[in-house]
T-cell receptor, first 118, second 114 residues
Framework: DAGVIQSPRHEVTEMGQEVTLRCKPISGHNSLFWYRQTMMRGLELLIYFNNNVPIDDSGMPEDRFSAKMPNASFSTLKIQPSEPRDSAVYFC????????????????FGDGTRLSIL | AQTVTQSQPEMSVQEAETVTLSCTYDTSENNYYLFWYKQPPSRQMILVIRQEAYKQQNATENRFSVNFQKAAKSFSLKISDSQLGDTAMYFCAFTPSGTYKYIFGTGTRLKVLA
């Protein structure tokens, strides 16, 4: 089975440009997560979707960041305008949540997008 | 606050030997899950092993096993017969049952030496 698919794998762009990161979760998973990984802060949860609905976006750094999940098989994370401090590895992960208070099966991560803002 | 602590920033082990990575956590929850993820230089985050807190039996996956001590809030990972491909960053993670939030440790960088 295909895992979580992220694109692009690397992105280098200049400050001020719009950046769009893409994610295709594992088929059948109903939960999707966007994380940011930096040396200083480790892995941070940015936003969590359940059944395509954003449930927790408290980790989104500021209004420059936005995320959408138009359907069960696709999500985007957009940064506009981008800044050098946004440089990081961005991971998408998906899992299957069983019921509202049920078990969350392990999160499966994509390969990440390494973003460099010059 | 719930926290996960990995006290060993870096470790090394000779090929074919055994190494243990430590992880402690702090929570008042009774039901929760614990995970070890591996992040090799290729950057993927790969699930290595999981443990449910209500299970007393320690989880095992081939050469990987855990020593789960619930009272001590300890969850160490043992890698037997270390291989060069085990070189990676290892993250311990905790999540209370019924929630989606993972709390990750800061990681242990393991280097397997030939």
């Amino acid at each position: 089975d295909a895992g979580v698919i992220q694109s692009p794998r690397h992105e280098v762009t200049e400050m001020g440009q719009e950046v769009t990161l893409r994610c295709k979760p594992i088929s059948g998973h109903n939960s999707l997560f966007w994380y940011r990984q930096t040396m200083m802060r480790g892995l941070e949860l940015l936003i969590y979707f359940n059944n395509n609905v954003p449930i927790d976006d408290s980790g989104m750094p500021e209004d420059r960041f936005s995320a959408k999940m138009p359907n069960a098989s696709f999500s985007t994370l957009k940064i506009q305008p981008s800044e050098p401090r946004d440089s990081a590895v961005y991971f998408c992960a998906s899992s299957l949540a069983l019921g509202q208070r049920g078990s969350f099966l392990p999160q499966h991560f994509g390969d990440g997008t390494r973003l460099s803002i010059l | 606050a719930q926290t996960v602590t990995q006290s060993q920033p870096e470790m090394s082990v000779q090929e074919a030997e055994t190494v243990t990575l430590s992880c402690t956590y702090d929570t008042s929850e009774n039901n929760y899950y614990l995970f070890w993820y591996k992040q090799p230089p290729s950057r993927q985050m790969i699930l290595v092993i999981r443990q449910e807190a209500y299970k007393q039996q320690n989880a095992t996956e081939n050469r990987f096993s855990v020593n789960f001590q619930k009272a001590a809030k300890s969850f160490s990972l043992k890698i037997s017969d270390s291989q060069l491909g085990d070189t990676a960053m290892y993250f311990c993670a905790f999540t209370p049952s019924g929630t989606y939030k993972y709390i990750f440790g800061t990681g242990t960088r393991l280097k397997v030496l030939a």
